[in-house]
């Protein structure tokens, strides 16, 4: 069985609004970009009380690069690491992963 221990949560802009997407889960939108990092800080936490080293990457913009937003500061995968936001959005991530995927792969949504 492989044993994940890391958990990333993008925040992406749609024509819907504001997603919150994480491991193939879609959680359905939010009116804007900042109710969207709320929620996603508050289930990247829930994953790390799991065990998850989790982190919060975020768009300014549809089509724009990912940024972290916040993270856990214990990022190698141990449980019980501290935490903390980044102010600003100084370390570019990855590409928007929006772009990507395929027509026939819908994704499941979460309350």
Same mark, same amino acid.
């Given at each position: 069985?492989?044993?994940?221990?890391?958990?990333?949560?993008?925040?992406?802009?749609?024509?819907?609004?504001? #997603?919150?997407? !994480?491991?193939?889960?879609?959680?359905?939108p939010?009116?804007?970009?900042?109710?969207?990092?709320v929620?996603? #800080?508050?289930? !990247?936490?829930?994953?790390?009380?799991?065990?998850?080293? +989790?982190?919060?990457?975020?768009?300014?913009a549809?089509?724009?690069?990912?940024?972290?937003?916040?993270?856990?500061?214990?990022?190698?995968?141990?449980?019980?690491? +501290?935490?903390?936001?980044?102010?600003?959005?100084?370390?570019?991530?990855?590409?928007?992963?929006?772009?990507?995927? +395929?027509?026939?792969?819908?994704?499941?949504?979460?309350?």
């Amino acid at each position: 069985m492989d044993a994940r221990t890391r958990l990333a949560f993008f925040i992406l802009k749609t024509r819907a609004g504001w #997603i919150v997407r !994480a491991d193939g889960f879609v959680y359905p939108p939010c009116a804007n970009q900042t109710d969207a990092l709320v929620k996603a #800080i508050r289930e !990247a936490q829930a994953a790390e009380r799991l065990g998850f080293a +989790s982190v919060v990457l975020a768009q300014a913009a549809a089509g724009e690069p990912c940024h972290v937003r916040w993270c856990c500061a214990d990022l190698g995968g141990a449980a019980g690491g +501290s935490t903390r936001a980044v102010a600003g959005s100084p370390h570019p991530a990855v590409r928007a992963m929006a772009a990507n995927r +395929s027509p026939a792969s819908a994704p499941e949504e979460r309350p």
